[in-house]
Nanobody
């Protein structure tokens, strides 16, 4: 139902753009979040875009990552720049019909998840 793509291997300081699409949902009607999980670490909320246009980021990616939505393509993007080795993780997109925005990082609020795409930042 959700597909995340666009991951890959990039050098520190490089950029990648992740895409989240759905064959089932009209993403513009949902809150769409990006999460990541590194080996041995908990799942972490990275960013979220609301159906009304609200946008939030975790502090470690502010000023480096940009979330956006293209309604015509039914796609949510995560543009990642100035990538660091600590950004290495599997990145997932997820949807929620409603969110308590003060707890947007709580993955339990999200109903549907994509399969994940690997991002590796290494020289």
């Amino acid at each position: 139902q959700l597909q995340a793509s666009g991951g890959g291997l990039v050098q520190p300081g490089g950029s990648l753009r992740l895409s989240c699409t759905s064959s089932r949902f009209t993403l513009a009607a949902y809150q769409v979040g990006w999460f990541r999980q590194a080996p041995g670490k908990e799942r972490e909320g990275v960013s979220c875009i609301g159906s009304s246009g609200t946008i939030v980021y975790t502090d470690t990616v502010k000023d480096r990552f940009t979330i956006s939505r293209d309604g015509a393509k039914n796609t949510v993007y995560l543009q990642m720049t100035s990538l660091k080795p600590e950004d290495t993780a599997i990145y997932y997109c997820a949807t929620a019909e409603t969110l308590v925005w003060t707890a947007w990082k709580d993955w339990r609020q999200y109903d549907d998840w994509g399969q994940g795409t690997q991002v590796t930042v290494s020289s």
